[in-house]
């Protein structure tokens, strides 16, 4: 069966027209299917459509297996399981300025990065559009069925989203829908290890998101020993393309930086940060490394850490250190992993 969440309006009308109904029931279906019912209870729409949808169409393939709360901080992790027996992992986080859901754009990862769970087991697949808009209704119906829950998404669980980029540009113009859960462009960010192309292809095809790039490394030579990505797009590359996407968007660009210990976390390498990033609208968001056995890395410690953001600071870098959310539930930046789902 088709997933729902996978049409978009357009295809909504052109599926309508095959089966000969008219084409303005596309926009109560995708109203409908946003609000998080089912087909059932789609009360405006003709019994005879309403089984022919179901015949046709599961309402959402992506269901909540599993949900681990947080004892620190109240996080929850949510385990998708996915039609095809695969399981995915999902993020939430409450502010008080509302929900923040971390979603995944592919099963694993192919970019291999060295403190990151998710490419532990390699790439196995992309996530639809449809699927990734299942994690965020799939969330926001377990908070309450029927009324917009979700007021941020982050696309930084599993996977790097400018590898499924034609899904994942599909996936952001679904949310963004003003018949959907019209979420402000404003209010999503996407996170990419640094594809380049792919960057400028975002700014001329989209633009709006807040662009959040992994850095991790001041220089070529320790990023390119904790990010493979970075022998084929070096920072030169990254910089030329974030100063297009600025210049194109207006939207400042973030940057991540794991601070491990030994590695990337000395005054030096801040030196040379703030040099690297001097004059460019951008902040600096400093994590703490989050522990994922299988990859050995240590983070620096808070010291360290401390003294690192005053450096920045010193020298004119926006930068702040981000709160570590979900860590006892492995729900952390960096620990989102792909696992086959078991019979249990």
Same mark, same amino acid.
């Given at each position: 069966?088709?997933?729902?969440?996978?049409?978009?309006?357009?295809?909504?009308?052109?599926?309508?027209?095959?089966?000969?109904?008219?084409?303005?029931?596309?926009?109560?279906?995708?109203?409908?299917?946003?609000?998080?019912?089912?087909?059932?209870?789609?009360?405006?729409?003709?019994?005879?459509?309403?089984?022919?949808?179901?015949?046709?169409?599961?309402?959402?393939?992506?269901?909540?297996?599993?949900?681990?709360?947080?004892?620190?901080?109240?996080?929850?992790?949510?385990?998708?399981?996915?039609?095809?027996?695969?399981?995915?992992?999902?993020?939430?986080?409450?502010?008080?300025?509302?929900?923040?859901?971390?979603?995944?754009?592919?099963?694993?990862?192919?970019?291999?990065?060295?403190?990151?769970?998710?490419?532990?087991?390699?790439?196995?697949?992309?996530?639809?559009?449809?699927?990734?808009?299942?994690?965020?209704?799939?969330?926001?119906?377990?908070?309450?069925?029927?009324?917009?829950? @979700?007021?941020?998404?982050?696309?930084?669980?599993? =996977?790097?989203?400018?590898?499924?980029?034609?899904? $994942?540009?599909? &996936? %952001? /113009?679904?949310?963004?829908?003003?018949?959907?859960?019209?979420?402000?462009?404003?209010?999503?960010?996407?996170?990419?290890?640094?594809?380049?192309?792919?960057?400028?292809?975002?700014?001329?095809?989209?633009?709006?998101?807040?662009?959040?790039?992994?850095?991790?490394?001041?220089?070529?030579?320790?990023?390119?020993?904790?990010?493979?990505?970075?022998?084929?797009?070096?920072?030169?590359?990254?910089?030329?393309?974030?100063?297009?996407?600025?210049?194109?968007?207006?939207?400042?660009?973030?940057?991540?930086?794991?601070?491990?210990?030994?590695?990337?976390?000395?005054?030096?390498?801040?030196?040379?940060?703030?040099?690297?990033?001097?004059?460019?609208?951008?902040?600096?968001?400093? @994590?703490?490394?989050?522990?994922?056995?299988?990859? =050995?890395?240590?983070?620096?410690?808070?010291?360290? $850490?401390?003294? &690192? %953001? /005053?450096?920045?600071?010193?020298?004119?870098?926006?930068?702040?250190?981000?709160?570590?959310?979900?860590?006892?539930?492995?729900?952390?930046?960096?620990?989102?992993?792909?696992?086959?789902?078991?019979?249990?």
């Amino acid at each position: 069966m088709l997933n729902a969440l996978d049409f978009d309006i357009n295809d909504w009308i052109k599926y309508l027209s095959d089966i000969g109904e008219q084409k303005f029931r596309a926009k109560q279906i995708f109203d409908w299917l946003y609000k998080g019912v089912t087909f059932d209870e789609m009360t405006n729409l003709p019994k005879k459509l309403q089984q022919k949808l179901k015949a046709d169409f599961v309402e959402n393939s992506v269901k909540i297996h599993t949900k681990l709360v947080s004892k620190k901080d109240g996080t929850r992790k949510y385990v998708f399981a996915l039609a095809d027996g695969n399981i995915i992992e999902g993020v939430l986080m409450s502010y008080k300025y509302g929900n923040t859901i971390c979603i995944s754009t592919q099963v694993g990862c192919r970019m291999n990065c060295a403190f990151c769970a998710s490419g532990i087991d390699g790439l196995v697949r992309n996530l639809t559009a449809g699927e990734m808009a299942g994690e965020v209704l799939a969330v926001n119906n377990d908070l309450g069925k029927g009324s917009r829950q @979700i007021t941020n998404i982050v696309l930084m669980g599993s =996977g790097e989203p400018f590898d499924n980029y034609d899904n $994942v540009i599909k &996936f %952001l /113009k679904l949310m963004s829908d003003e018949n959907g859960l019209n979420i402000s462009k404003r209010n999503i960010s996407l996170s990419t290890c640094g594809i380049c192309d792919k960057i400028y292809k975002l700014a001329d095809d989209l633009g709006g998101v807040t662009l959040t790039i992994s850095l991790h490394a001041p220089n070529d030579e320790i990023r390119s020993k904790i990010m493979p990505i970075n022998k084929v797009y070096k920072i030169a590359d990254i910089i030329d393309a974030v100063k297009y996407y600025f210049d194109k968007t207006g939207r400042r660009i973030i940057f991540e930086y794991s601070m491990i210990k030994g590695v990337n976390d000395s005054s030096d390498c801040a030196k040379e940060l703030c040099s690297l990033l001097k004059g460019l609208p951008c902040h600096v968001n400093l @994590i703490n490394l989050n522990y994922v056995k299988e990859k =050995g890395l240590q983070s620096s410690g808070k010291e360290p $850490v401390q003294e &690192f %953001l /005053k450096i920045l600071k010193k020298n004119g870098v926006s930068a702040t250190i981000r709160r570590t959310m979900g860590s006892d539930i492995e729900g952390a930046c960096g620990q989102l992993r792909r696992k086959i789902l078991k019979n249990d």
